[in-house]
């Protein structure tokens, strides 16, 4: 005979197994779970450990049997129902296979006796309204509703909602079909039903279709691999198939838009467009955030930025702009740094440096005027941003020295920092924060509460020689000024901060060979530069546009990875 433990305080039913070491809890379940051998078992229970085993009492048993009626009753009971599952699960697989073996007898052909349909893109369908057109695209949503099915599809150019009912939804590529799937459909465009929605007001009753390449379902289905729960580590190595969605699409069209709307306006200034080379053996912004490479055994870099070569077209060509990658080896995480960026830099020659934030005004304005005059970048700028306002001329203008009293004024404060440019702690382990004095750089922290509290774009002006790049041009000293400033501007917006960083340069040549000593910068690598000073100098300044920090003012966009293509930070160059 076997003896079975039951401790009230410390065993379990879930757990345990009747023995002295893991007894159960209740005599009840002791009962059910021992029900087959019940004759030649001996019952021994205890309330708690500070309690002896013991028999229990004849009520004690009679109650625990009913307990275990009880549960067997519940077990046959949850059996039934699994069988009963399975059994439907089975019927309802052979039904579907049985549909899927029907479903292959039904071949469609398109209707050769019917007008041939032009083919279109979803974006230009309105005025294909009433006749029959073909499109192709990718399966952007499906709804099966009763046997008629839905597909929103996507081409690139914009959405339609497609219809396939009767015989076109009985195909078994209709009843397999998934989304992401590339498929070509064909059929009648008619304005939706009253009352229904549906992008650019109509839908297509799809007369034949075929699958051109059909998405996996199941485990690999599109969106198993993703979708808006995704870990953002999972998202940045799926940023090819996050292209696809609507907002990472439309940020990207918006893109496309603004940079040919950035040329027309340029263009409109008589500025002509340049292609200088990313691989150069110069630096402009400081040799801290320069990526080296080895070019044949000599050192190269990955350009900073094009603005050397565009001072070298002045002469040539006029006024010029250039759309081009730079590089920045920053090891900054925030969301407004990239490691790759695209640079839109212009240079104008015989202007002064009122001139040149006019000019830069004159872009913006432009720019963005020429994206709300047309309708289908307004609605777009209007899906992505809704409270968009196109900023008010003119822009303020503060001089960096007003803007460190304003920061003061303000009770912006900045962190301390010691000789290596670590933050300072007070006693209880806090960063200590301090006012700002003339001569701080302004940190990013500040200059983003600065342009929240304005609340449009401001330039920021004049900024000390010491905080800024070799080739900006001095401004006169004036009486009292404890330091030498320069005629340089950082254009700030809104939710983003600098999104433009500007100046003259010095075009006197010695004054440039003195500001190369300065910063301990061989000038022999620079001859070309220099030369420009040499044959036919002028004044002549220019600027560096952030395109991925102006996109996201536009569009409202939380970081600037959102607004790049393949977006590359400290870490990732995937995919
Ligand atoms: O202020 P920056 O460094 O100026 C220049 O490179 C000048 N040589 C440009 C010129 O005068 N031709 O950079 C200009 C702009 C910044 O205002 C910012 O919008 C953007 O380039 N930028 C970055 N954008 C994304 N990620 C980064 N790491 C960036 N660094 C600068």
Redesign the pocket.
């Known amino acids: 005979m076997s003896t079975i433990y039951i401790d009230e305080a410390t065993g379990s039913d879930t757990s345990g197994t009747g023995t002295q070491l893991t007894p159960y809890q209740t005599l009840g379940h002791a009962l059910y779970a021992n029900a087959a051998s019940s004759d030649g078992v001996k019952y021994l229970i205890r309330k708690d450990a500070t309690a002896e085993y013991d028999e229990p009492t004849q009520s004690a048993l009679k109650k625990a049997k009913k307990t275990a009626d009880g549960l067997e009753k519940k077990k046959k009971k949850a059996e039934e129902l699994a069988e009963k599952e399975a059994k439907e699960k089975a019927e309802l697989r052979e039904k579907r296979e049985k549909l899927l073996e029907e479903s292959k007898k039904i071949v469609l052909e398109e209707d050769q006796t019917l007008p041939k349909p032009p083919r279109a893109k979803t974006s230009q369908l309105v005025e294909h309204r009433g006749q029959r057109v073909r499109v192709f695209g990718w399966v952007h949503r499906l709804r099966d509703q009763k046997g008629i099915i839905f597909i929103v599809l996507r081409d690139g150019t914009g959405y339609l909602q497609s219809v396939l009912s009767g015989r076109v939804a009985q195909t078994y590529e209709a009843l397999t079909l998934t989304i992401e799937s590339t498929v070509e459909l064909v059929g009648t465009l008619q304005p939706v039903p009253d009352g229904k929605t549906a992008p650019g007001g109509h839908e297509l009753i799809v007369d034949y279709w075929r699958v051109i390449g059909a998405a996996p379902g199941a485990d690999d289905a599109f969106t198993n691999r993703l979708n808006e729960k995704s870990d953002p580590s999972i998202q940045a190595d799926l940023r090819h198939l996050v292209l696809r969605g609507e907002n990472a699409s439309g940020v990207l069209r918006l893109r496309s838009y603004l940079l040919s709307a950035f040329r027309e306006a340029l263009i409109s200034h008589n500025l002509l467009e340049v292609t200088p080379p990313c691989l150069v053996q110069t630096q402009?912004?400081g040799g801290a955030?320069l990526f080296k490479l080895d070019y044949y055994g000599q050192p190269t870099f990955l350009t900073?930025?094009?603005?050397l070569y565009?001072e070298t077209c002045l002469p040539s060509l006029g006024d010029v702009f250039c759309v081009q990658e730079?590089f920045?080896a920053?090891n900054?995480h925030t969301r407004?740094?990239?490691?790759e960026?695209t640079?839109l830099?212009?240079?104008l020659a015989f202007i002064n440096f009122n001139e040149l934030m006019t000019h830069i005004e004159d872009i913006i304005c432009e720019t963005v005027d020429i994206l709300l005059t047309n309708p289908t970048t307004a609605a777009l700028i209007k899906a992505l941003n809704p409270s968009f306002e196109p900023p008010t001329r003119p822009f303020t203008r503060i001089s960096y020295v007003d803007a460190i009293n304003w920061l003061n004024e303000h009770g912006i404060k900045h962190p301390e920092e010691d000789a290596d440019g670590n933050p300072v702690k007070d006693e209880t382990g806090q960063v200590k924060m301090v006012e700002h004095k003339v001569g701080d750089d302004i940190a990013e922290a500040a200059e983003r509460q600065m342009t929240d509290i304005i609340g449009k774009p401001v330039f920021l002006y004049g900024f000390p020689a010491e905080l800024k790049?070799f080739y900006m041009q001095r401004m006169p000293k004036k009486e009292g000024d404890s330091m030498t400033y320069t005629e340089s501007c950082?254009?700030l917006m809104p939710n983003v901060g600098?999104?433009?960083?500007?100046?003259m340069r010095i075009s006197d040549e010695e004054e440039l060979l003195a500001a190369y000593k300065k910063e301990g910068i061989d000038s022999a690598p620079y001859y070309w530069y220099t030369d420009q000073r040499k044959y036919g100098t002028t004044e002549h300044g220019?600027?560096?546009?952030?395109v991925?920090?102006?996109l996201a003012w536009l569009a409202n966009r939380y970081t600037?990875r959102e607004c790049s293509l393949y977006p590359r930070w400290p870490g990732r160059a995937t995919p």
């Open positions: 402009v912004e955030t900073q930025s094009s603005q565009l730079s920045r920053e900054s407004r740094h990239l490691s960026y640079h830099e212009a240079e790049a950082d254009l600098e999104i433009v960083g500007g100046s220019g600027y560096g546009l952030g991925e920090r102006f600037v």
